[in-house]
């Protein structure tokens, strides 16, 4: 059977899943991916976001299955709280989820704004919080 040329890259570069440094000194990923000079497209970079969303969604599931029963703006502030701290890191704030999971929307998002997340992404947290208090037609 003839070797098809995407299993001959992979066999020539390798597949990584994770960044390295190529012998030539260059950010390299996936199937000899140059990220110094080539970068990703707008389309691959969204294609990973999307996957990173799915994935957050179940961690989620696990962690807080309640998640799944608020309103899709509510929803869209913790996939995007966890996008930017992980899922393990959104379990940290334990006030603020014991407030949401009560419907204490005005005091959920006191809590996220009394932290210090809140203050290294300033107006990311502002714009969050204030969805919290009051949902937006997404």
């Not at 969204?46 to 957050?56: P, V």
């Amino acid at each position: 059977m003839k070797e098809s040329l995407l299993d001959m890259l992979i066999r020539h570069e390798g597949l990584s899943l994770k960044p390295y440094r190529c012998p030539a000194g260059k950010l390299t990923v996936g199937i000899g991916r140059n990220l110094d000079d080539t970068g990703l497209t707008e389309n691959e970079a969204r294609y990973l976001a999307e996957n990173d969303l799915g994935r957050i969604r179940m961690e989620l599931d696990e962690a807080i299955p309640w998640w799944r029963a608020l309103d899709d703006t509510r929803k869209t502030v913790l996939l995007n709280m966890a996008f930017n701290l992980g899922t393990a890191g959104l379990m940290k704030f334990t006030r603020f989820l014991h407030a949401l999971s009560h419907g204490e929307y005005e005091r959920a998002a006191g809590e996220m704004l009394d932290s210090l997340w809140a203050k290294q992404v300033h107006r990311r947290a502002v714009e969050l919080a204030a969805m919290m208090q009051e949902p937006v037609e997404l």
